[in-house]
Every structure is written in structure tokens, then in C-alpha cells.
């Protein structure tokens, strides 16, 4: 996926200015920066979900050209809220993350998929729990594994660990991390950037709705251009035993 | 929850039901019939030569002029609310959004009420049902065109134009009978009742294959209308194009509505009522919930007809006052039961 000069605007106000952006398959690439950045804006471009200017072609034909169907079979995305109107089992909704393959031999490994999707995200155990009765964070998990379950070259996560507790939040970018080692191209929306440090590949450092810098956290990651961003002094310290940068806020 | 194997199970048990119920309703009126003897008038009807025919004087008459076309139009327009409700919750999201919402019913009566107000009669006995038809498909589009904003639709604003244009439809009715005379506010009065009285051939003719379509294409939505559970955005993440998916879903509930109400008048809650207890009995899942919906609609209707029209000799209680009755209840009940287990529908 590669987008040229993207810009969103919601409401009158401009929200994302002319992004350039691309990842690559068997690639963990991580948008962050503060509240208001345009991280999501620019997620829901992607996604096709919000129209803009400029360019966004994926698998090198132009995202508008794409009928949902077709692009259901090329890309998955996890909102930032899961909702549900009715009270569907947990086994049910993963399987809906197989509903663009219908029809298509692909079709013959929906069992596999949802199994599988199931099994990574540690939800097999509530596979005949209606969805509603579950805690946010395994809702959380329960989106993750529809999305895994669509089994798409590229996948988009919007802020995937933010319901989730210490274990489940490295557990699901693990998760990510497999799936890219398998050739899957993954951007990702997170928060909390000693994660995003230490899972992707590259960060883009989002600030009122354009890119700041992009790279390797290692070198994106600075004092200097975090504490810009941020608004608040920031102290990047290396990890004392594998050196991926640990980002904490200066506190008294 | 039930299996995929138990919900077939509960489908083949509503037509059992339904089947059964019919060959009482039919048998049941001034001039009683067996059901053994309305199964064999059927029967003979279909070139079989098995079992009695009615023994009583007129009885085939009775069955085949006057009790059958009501039968018939009654499991017609029950399977059409049902199953119009079940596809506007799916659409909306929402378990509390009946056919009424989108102002179908509201619309439909403004129609029939300017049909008897203005006493016109290009198509003769007909005419306040196609003008109630017509009411019910052009206010549905009023709402649906006023809410679209950009190429999408907000459930939210659909729905309170939908209040709006529900106001201004009871605005006009109001009007209407007070322009008219005496006999104008009886008719308006009783259309808005709800009755399966008018019932004949022709009304079965005419509303029997609008609900044959309608229900077709709303099973051949339902796989998508699960997908659209999980919100707007991700059923299209999923390949689902949701506008078309939405305008159809409209677009049929408009007609399976319209096309009951029109030759029946308001028949209220069937719509709200049967696909919950659907849902309560067999899960959300579309693809059971949609034909157990119009199966469970035929049977209320045909059986609501069947209590309103013998309930008191010689009297027939309005159907649509019959349902509300029951319905209303029924509806505070589920609040009360959602808000207990769901915490509301936030």
C-alpha cells in the first residue's frame, strides 16, 4: 500500500495535509503521535472509509477503483471501538470475518481460519458466549480475531492495545508481528510508543495532521522531537539489555 | 441459543403452526366447519378425492368466497410485517425499529384518508388502497431522501426524520377528518382500526406477490444484514456495500408494508413483537430470523383474525386493536427485560 500527498478533511477543517506513506509486505509499520493527530483520519483514508485528495493504491491499482468485495479480500481493518446491535455468539462474529471469501474457493478454509484466529487471540475459550456479555478488553481480542480471520494481505489496527492489559497488549502485537513474518503488511495505531518501539518495524510521528518525521523508531524516537510533538518533556532511555528505546515522560 | 439443526427445526414447527392454525381459522364462524371437512374441501378442490366435504348449507361457499381469501390475506399480510420488521431492525440496527419508524404506516394512512376524504374513485373499490400504497411508498422515500446526506445515511437522523415526518402525517390525518363529514372520520376511524374484513381474491391477488418478492430478497439480504451488526464501517470493511444494502432493505420493507397495510389498514406491533421473540428463541442470525419472522407473523395475524372476528357473536373487535392491545403490554415488558439483562441499548 503507498499513499501520495493524502489529505482528509472532516467538518470544514483540514485533518490530515498531504501524508506520503507506504509499508511493505512483511512489514510492522506504527502511526503515532498525540490526541487529534490525525493517526485515525488517516487509518480511515486508508481504509476507504473517509474520502480524500491525493493518492492511495493498493496492490498498485488505486483504492477507489476497488469494489468492497474486492478490497475486503485484500484488506482488513480493526476499528477502534467494537460494537454490536445484537447479541451475536463470539463464534459468529469471527466467522463474519469470512464473509469476502463466500462463494470463493478460499471458502474451504473458513474453519481453519477462524480456528486458528481464535487460537492467537486466546478466545477459543468463548466461542459460544454471546459477544455483549464480554469484558471491553475481550471484546477487543474477539474484533481482533474477525480481522485475523479474513486472512488479507494487509491489515490495519486502530490502536488494537488500547483496552487491553499488560499480557493481551503483547500478546496482540506479537500477533502482528507473526502475521508479518508471513508476508502480511501491517499498519498499526498505538499510543503508547515504548510498544511501538519495540514491535514495528518503522513509525510514522503524526502531529497536527501531518508527518513529522518516519523511520526506524530507534532513530525517529528522539527526546527532542517527542517532547516537540507531545507538548511535554520526554526522555528517551535505551533498554539496558536490548537497547529498543524506552519512552517515559519526565515526572518531578 | 439453538443449533443450526434445531433451527431448521423451529422453522418446520412455525409451518406446522401456521398450517394448523389456518384450518381452524377456517373452519371457525357462523357456519362451523369441521376441519377434517376444510381439509377435504381443499383437497377436492386440488382434484384429490379424500376426505368430507362440508356437510353444513353454504359451507363450501362460506369457505371459498368469504373464509379463505381472509385466511389467505391474513398469513399474506402477517408474513410481511414480520418479516418487514425483521429487516428494518436489521437495517437500523436497532431492536426497537419497526416499519412505523420510517413513517410507512403514518404515510400510508394519509393516503387512504385523502382517497375517502376527496371521494374519488378512478379504480373503484380499490382506490383507497392504492392510495394508501402509494402514501406508504412515497413517504418512505420523503424520509429516506431527507436523511441521506453526502451518499450516506445516519441511522440517527434517519430515524428522527422519521419522527418528524410521523408528526406531520398525524398533522394531515388530523386535518383531513376535520375537513370531511361524519362518515368520512367513521371510515378514517375504522381503516386506522385495522381490519381483515375487506378481505378477497383480489386483495390476495395483489399483495400475495408483493410479499412473495419481498420476502425473497429479504433472504437473499439477510447474510449481509448480520455483517451489518458490527456497525457501518466494518460490514463495508467486510465487502458489504452498504448504501445499496440499506436502500434496498428500505425499498422492500416500503413494499411488503405498504402492500399489506393498504388493503387492511394499521395492524401495529407484529412487526416489533415477532421478530423478538424470534431473536429470544433462535439468536440474531439473520437467515433463520427472517423466515421465522414472516412464518411467526402468519400465525399472530391469522390467529388475532380469528379471536377478533369470534370473540363476541355477531361483532368483530377491530384486528389492529386487538394486536395493539396484546402488543403494547408486550412491548413495555421487553424494555423492562432488555434494560434488566442489557443495560439498554445505549
Same mark, same amino acid.
Given at each position: 500500500m503507498k499513499a501520495t500527498g493524502v489529505s482528509v478533511s472532516l467538518g470544514g477543517s483540514s485533518v490530515v495535509?498531504?501524508?506520503?506513506?507506504?509499508?511493505? *509486505?512483511?512489514?510492522?509499520?506504527?502511526?503515532?503521535?498525540?490526541?487529534?493527530?490525525?493517526?485515525?483520519?488517516?487509518?480511515?483514508?486508508?481504509?476507504?472509509?473517509?474520502?480524500?485528495?491525493?493518492?492511495?493504491?493498493?496492490?498498485?491499482?488505486?483504492? $477507489?477503483?476497488?469494489? *468492497?468485495?474486492?478490497?475486503?479480500?485484500? $484488506?482488513?481493518?480493526? *476499528?477502534?471501538k467494537a460494537a454490536l446491535s445484537f447479541p451475536f455468539t463470539v463464534g459468529e462474529v469471527v466467522r463474519m470475518g469470512r464473509a469476502p471469501w463466500s462463494g470463493r474457493p478460499e471458502s474451504s478454509d473458513d474453519e481453519d481460519a477462524v480456528v486458528e484466529a481464535m487460537e492467537v487471540t486466546e478466545t477459543t475459550g468463548f466461542a459460544a458466549r454471546p459477544f455483549p456479555a464480554l469484558s471491553g478488553g475481550e471484546q477487543a481480542r474477539v474484533a481482533l480475531a474477525r480481522v485475523l480471520a479474513q486472512r488479507t494481505p494487509l491489515l490495519l489496527l486502530d490502536e488494537p492495545t488500547a483496552a487491553l492489559d499488560l499480557r493481551h497488549q503483547e500478546l496482540v502485537l506479537s500477533v502482528a508481528r507473526a502475521r508479518a513474518a508471513a508476508g502480511t503488511a501491517v499498519i498499526v495505531v498505538l499510543h503508547d510508543l515504548s510498544l511501538a518501539a519495540a514491535y514495528a518495524d518503522r513509525a510514522y510521528v503524526l502531529a497536527s495532521g501531518r508527518v513529522r518525521s518516519e523511520g526506524p523508531p530507534s532513530q525517529v524516537f528522539t527526546s527532542e522531537l517527542l517532547s516537540d510533538v507531545y507538548q511535554h518533556d520526554v526522555e528517551v532511555l535505551p533498554h539496558p539489555r536490548t537497547g529498543t528505546p524506552l519512552v517515559v515522560p519526565r515526572r518531578p | 441459543?439453538?443449533?443450526?439443526?434445531?433451527?431448521?427445526?423451529?422453522? #418446520? %414447527?412455525?409451518?406446522?403452526? @401456521?398450517?394448523?392454525? =389456518?384450518?381452524?381459522?377456517? #373452519?371457525?364462524? !357462523?357456519?362451523?366447519?369441521?376441519?377434517?371437512?376444510?381439509?377435504?374441501? @381443499?383437497?377436492?378442490?386440488?382434484?384429490?378425492?379424500?376426505?368430507?366435504?362440508?356437510?353444513?348449507?353454504?359451507?363450501?361457499?362460506?369457505?371459498? @368466497?368469504?373464509?379463505?381469501?381472509?385466511?389467505?390475506?391474513?398469513?399474506? +399480510?402477517?408474513?410481511? @410485517? &414480520? =418479516?418487514?420488521?425483521?429487516?428494518? !431492525?436489521? +437495517?437500523?440496527?436497532?431492536?426497537?425499529?419497526?416499519?412505523?419508524?420510517?413513517?410507512?404506516?403514518?404515510?400510508?394512512?394519509?393516503?387512504?384518508?385523502?382517497?375517502? +376524504?376527496? &371521494?374519488?374513485?378512478?379504480?373503484?373499490?380499490?382506490?383507497?388502497?392504492?392510495a394508501a400504497f402509494a402514501g406508504g411508498i412515497v413517504t418512505t422515500f420523503i424520509v429516506y431522501g431527507m436523511s441521506r446526506a453526502g451518499g450516506r445515511?445516519?441511522?440517527?437522523?434517519?430515524?428522527?426524520? &422519521?419522527?418528524?415526518?410521523?408528526?406531520?402525517?398525524?398533522?394531515?390525518?388530523?386535518? %383531513?377528518?376535520?375537513?370531511t363529514d361524519d362518515d368520512g372520520v367513521r371510515a378514517i376511524a375504522f381503516w386506522q382500526l385495522g381490519s381483515l374484513a375487506q378481505a378477497t381474491w383480489g386483495a390476495v391477488a395483489v399483495a400475495g406477490p408483493c410479499a412473495l418478492a419481498g420476502l425473497a430478497v429479504a433472504v437473499a439480504l439477510s447474510r449481509r444484514l448480520d455483517l451489518l451488526a458490527l456497525?457501518?464501517?466494518?460490514?463495508?470493511? %467486510?465487502?458489504?456495500?452498504?448504501?445499496?444494502?440499506?436502500?434496498?432493505?428500505?425499498?422492500?420493507?416500503?413494499?411488503?408494508?405498504?402492500?399489506?397495510?393498504?388493503?387492511?389498514?394499521?395492524?401495529?406491533? +407484529?412487526?416489533?413483537?415477532?421478530?423478538?421473540?424470534?431473536?429470544?428463541?433462535?439468536?440474531?442470525?439473520?437467515?433463520?430470523?427472517?423466515?421465522?419472522?414472516?412464518?411467526? #407473523?402468519?400465525?399472530?395475524?391469522?390467529?388475532?383474525?380469528?379471536?377478533?372476528?369470534?370473540?363476541?357473536?355477531?361483532?368483530?373487535?377491530?384486528?389492529?386493536v386487538l394486536t395493539a392491545v396484546v402488543g403494547g403490554p408486550a412491548f413495555f415488558w421487553l424494555l423492562r427485560r432488555t434494560r434488566a439483562r442489557a443495560g439498554g441499548w445505549g
Open positions: 495535509s498531504s501524508v506520503d506513506l507506504h509499508v511493505s *509486505p512483511g512489514e510492522v509499520v506504527a502511526l503515532v503521535g498525540p490526541n487529534g493527530a490525525g493517526k485515525s483520519s488517516l487509518l480511515g483514508a486508508l481504509a476507504g472509509d473517509l474520502s480524500f485528495t491525493g493518492d492511495i493504491s493498493v496492490s498498485g491499482a488505486p483504492l $477507489r477503483s476497488y469494489k *468492497p468485495v474486492a478490497l475486503a479480500r485484500l $484488506r482488513a481493518v480493526l *476499528p477502534q | 441459543m439453538l443449533t443450526a439443526y434445531k433451527k431448521m427445526g423451529l422453522i #418446520g %414447527l412455525l409451518i406446522v403452526a @401456521l398450517a394448523a392454525v =389456518c384450518v381452524l381459522a377456517a #373452519g371457525r364462524g !357462523q357456519v362451523p366447519i369441521s376441519p377434517s371437512e376444510v381439509a377435504g374441501s @381443499l383437497l377436492h378442490r386440488l382434484g384429490l378425492d379424500l376426505g368430507p366435504m362440508p356437510s353444513a348449507v353454504q359451507g363450501e361457499n362460506a369457505l371459498w @368466497l368469504v373464509r379463505f381469501p381472509r385466511v389467505v390475506l391474513a398469513v399474506i +399480510v402477517g408474513a410481511s @410485517l &414480520g =418479516c418487514a420488521g425483521a429487516l428494518m !431492525q436489521g +437495517v437500523f440496527g436497532n431492536p426497537l425499529a419497526e416499519p412505523g419508524v420510517v413513517g410507512v404506516s403514518a404515510g400510508a394512512a394519509v393516503g387512504a384518508a385523502a382517497a375517502i +376524504v376527496s &371521494g374519488v374513485t378512478f379504480l373503484g373499490g380499490w382506490t383507497t388502497a392504492a445515511t445516519e441511522v440517527v437522523t434517519l430515524v428522527l426524520t &422519521g419522527v418528524a415526518v410521523n408528526a406531520t402525517a398525524g398533522a394531515l390525518l388530523g386535518l %383531513l377528518m376535520f375537513l456497525g457501518e464501517r466494518p460490514a463495508r470493511h %467486510l465487502g458489504v456495500d452498504t448504501e445499496r444494502l440499506r436502500i434496498t432493505a428500505i425499498v422492500v420493507t416500503a413494499l411488503l408494508t405498504a402492500s399489506a397495510v393498504a388493503f387492511t389498514g394499521i395492524i401495529s406491533f +407484529v412487526g416489533l413483537i415477532v421478530p423478538h421473540l424470534i431473536r429470544m428463541v433462535a439468536g440474531p442470525g439473520h437467515r433463520v430470523l427472517v423466515p421465522a419472522s414472516a412464518l411467526g #407473523g402468519a400465525v399472530v395475524v391469522v390467529t388475532g383474525d380469528l379471536i377478533a372476528r369470534t370473540a363476541i357473536e355477531y361483532q368483530e373487535l377491530p384486528l389492529g
